[in-house]
């Protein structure tokens, strides 16, 4: 199973400069990827942000969560649910090894815990800094 971060579902869902890529990449995936509860949260407060700031309207955003709901319920994602306390344990980690060195955020820090704690593979990201962490990490690491 692969990890992807949120900014790069947002991609896959809702129109940006990164979504031809994003769409082009899940084209070519053979696996799916994981969907955790960190993703829930993120994804949708991001449509709700791009709502905010006229990215988007309310319509798309609706229409934006119903294909990532349809893809859940596909198979293209796999609900994963390592325990947060795992997560918290490795984010810990990668922040103590990492943060002073790299400049990561904790959200950023939170999905490449979380991508290590579920197994997966390969870690699929946009943001610089936050692959960065994830091939400090040890993780494979694509920008599509």
Not at 85 to 114: C, F, N, P, W
Request: with cysteine; aromatic share 8%; proline share 3%.
């Amino acid at each position: 199973m692969d990890y992807a971060d949120t900014g790069f579902l947002c991609s896959l869902y809702a129109p940006d400069a990164h979504s031809r890529r994003a769409i082009a990449w899940m084209k070519r995936q053979t696996v799916p990827l994981a969907f955790t509860w960190i993703h829930q949260l993120e994804f949708r407060n991001a449509l709700r942000l791009r709502v905010f700031r006229g990215e988007i309207t309310t319509v798309q955003r609706d229409a934006s969560l119903n294909l990532l709901l349809g893809d859940l319920a596909g198979g293209v994602f796999s609900n994963s649910a390592p325990l947060l306390a795992d997560i918290m344990i490795e984010a810990e980690r990668l922040s103590a090894s990492h943060s002073e060195r790299l400049g990561t955020r904790s959200l950023d820090i939170l999905h490449v815990a979380a991508a290590l704690v579920a197994g997966c593979g390969q870690f699929l990201t946009f943001d610089k800094r936050q692959s960065r962490l994830a091939k400090a990490a040890g993780m494979k690491t694509r920008t599509p």
